[in-house]
């Protein structure tokens, strides 16, 4: 099992910037590819991006790319999620997910550990 710990999330003015962070420890060994997910309010969970570990390879949701960019250290078994020119859409709890595999990266299906969540409040 990976334990997984988000950090970085906040209130912040539309046009504003955050780096989310998601720690992982445990199994590690066992991680193929990482991702972020994220729920707004009264809504489904929803893909936002993805990474396979080794390769570094990179998807995005079609709403945040340009705007969000997704990054992981290795050494430090941590993924980064960087937010640019965040929209009042972008509030939402956001969550690391990792996963043994590397296809259908976009499926919350295809992750096996979660964490806690991080809200992310964007103001108008």
């Known amino acids: 099992q990976v334990q997984l710990v988000e950090s970085g999330g906040g209130l912040v003015q539309a046009g504003g910037s955050l780096r989310l962070s998601c720690a992982a420890s445990?199994?590690?060994?066992?991680?193929?590819?990482m991702g972020w997910f994220r729920q707004a309010p009264g809504k489904e969970r929803e893909f936002v991006a993805a990474i396979t570990w080794s390769g570094g390879f990179t998807y995005y949701e079609d709403s945040v790319k340009g705007r969000f960019t997704i990054s992981r250290d290795i050494a430090k078994n941590t993924m980064y999620l960087q937010m640019s020119g965040l929209k009042p859409e972008d509030t939402a709890v956001y969550y690391c997910?990792?996963?043994?595999?590397?296809?259908?990266?976009?499926?919350?299906?295809?992750?096996?550990?979660w964490g806690q969540g991080t809200q992310v409040t964007v103001s108008s």
């Open positions: 445990g199994r590690t060994y066992s991680m193929y590819s």
């Open positions: 997910a990792a996963s043994r595999g590397l296809s259908n990266l976009g499926a919350k299906a295809s992750y096996d550990s």
